[in-house]
């Protein structure tokens, strides 16, 4: 069974990266101009994953996103027009195709590992620390 599988976002926004995790770091990249193309197997079900290049989103649409069983639409957590990119692919992909599909929507962010956290540890004298 061969099961076709679109992702779909702007750049750096993890597209590559899920793909890459699923299907591991070897893939055809000769498919289309404006797509990486990459299979994986499961036991008896050949994965298909589409990997969309920014490109004018009705052709993405029209193209990959019609004939795939799964949609996945990433964006960057700090990057609002990615987020607004894949709104507006989810609304030509429901309002287009009548046909049941599952879309999964992805947030991903880069600047996790150098986000800095602050955390305020606030101790006060109490009867146990004999200050009182």
Known sequence: MMVQI???GK???GKTTLINS???KTYDDTHQFFVSYRQHTIKNTTLEFFDTKEVN???VVDIYCKNSKFVFLTYDLNNKSSLNYIIKIYHEIITTYSTEK???ILGNSYSLDETSYDCLL???PSP???LL
């Open 11 to 13: 750049a750096l926004t």
């Open 57 to 59: 989103d009705s052709l």
């Open 122 to 124: 606030y101790t006060s």
């Open 102 to 104: 599952l879309i999964f």
């Open 6 to 8: 679109t992702v779909v």
């Open 22 to 24: 699923i299907c591991g």
């Open 128 to 130: 146990r620390d004999g």
